[in-house]
């Protein structure tokens, strides 16, 4: 198994801890900051413990932070193994007792609204009507095999759905995929030039991708950017821009906030879906559409 995709299956277990209540009373005493780093320390070494990490796996375990549940605190734990790294949120309940993985949900609130409200669209890549009522948020790498797969399912599946608007979003998952920052700088750098030249080189770079390489990603971005019919010398000088690079990095930056952490994570409406399943995909179009027309129909009576 890959380290990364390690990291994945460890950090996606829920674990039981024992032993460790005696925290509370440190906390109790005032000595809070202390409790907190023996809490931390007892999580690392459990951890440890748990899967035989050596000095070799950095596990980073942060301090427990107050929940609007009494009782509960969420902690946030990172695992590096061979340069790859990956991030979790973690709850533990207060008297040290349990951990566990999970979503906290609040029946009061509408958690698509809520993914919503974070979704940065503006300055993206879209296709389709901006007034659609249905928006695809898409984040993706372009070296991923998957995303490509994704990528044919939404060219079979849009033309039957015309009320579907797509946004695309760079997540370049760089420890996994070398050329894949290459290709999203291009992709910015062509959208910068003309929007719609941008889903011309979508197309090119996952049309082509077992013929890309880190070693000729460059040259292949340069021939697909004019292939697309933009300016390739200010193409050029746009992939090797700060003001690119920093476009990538505020999009990855937005995935990180949305918890994504795997390519391609497709948001429908604000509604989850990670992978490529056409038919779930369809799904999630056809249900918010008939949502729609629910709503008309009520706002019309």
């Known amino acids: 198994m890959k380290p990364l995709l390690n990291i994945c299956a460890i950090l996606s277990l829920s674990v039981f801890i024992s032993g460790a209540r005696a925290q509370q009373g440190q906390a109790a005493t005032g000595n809070a900051s202390n409790a907190s780093s023996q809490i931390q320390k007892k999580i690392e070494d459990y951890l440890r413990h748990l899967y035989a990490f050596g000095p070799d796996v950095l596990v980073s375990v942060g301090p427990p932070k107050d929940t609007a549940i009494q009782g509960l605190q969420e902690i946030d734990i990172q695992v590096k193994i061979a ?5 979790a949120k973690f709850y533990i309940s207060q008297n040290g007792k349990y951990l566990f993985r999970g979503e906290l949900s ?9 993914t919503r409200e974070k979704l940065q669209t503006t300055d993206s890549p879209s296709t389709g009507d901006s007034r659609a009522p249905v928006t695809l948020v898409e984040f ?19 033309p039957n759905y015309p009320q579907v608007r797509v946004v695309f979003k760079d997540f370049p998952i760089e420890q996994l995929h070398p050329w894949a920052r290459t290709a999203a700088l291009a992709g910015r750098c062509t959208y910068q030039q003309d929007p719609r030249a941008f889903w011309k080189m979508y197309d090119l770079i996952y049309d082509s991708q077992e013929i890309i390489s880190a070693e000729n990603a460059w040259n292949k971005m340069v021939d697909y950017a004019g292939q697309t019919g933009i300016n390739q010398e200010t193409f050029k000088s746009c992939m090797a821009s700060p003001e690119a690079g920093a476009a990538v990095d505020a999009s990855h930056a937005n995935g990180m906030q949305l918890e994504v952490t795997s390519t391609p994570t497709i948001f429908v409406n604000g509604r989850r879906l990670v992978g490529a399943d056409p038919h779930l995909l369809e799904q999630y179009i056809k249900y918010e559409l008939d949502q729609k027309k629910t709503e008309k129909a009520a706002t019309i009576k």
Request: net charge negative.
């Open 83 to 87: 340069g790859n790294q990956q991030s």
């Open 140 to 158: 993706s790498d372009f070296e991923c095999p998957v995303c490509r797969n994704l990528h044919d399912a939404l060219r079979n599946l849009l």
């Open 106 to 114: 609040d029946l009061s609130k509408d958690p698509l609204a809520e």
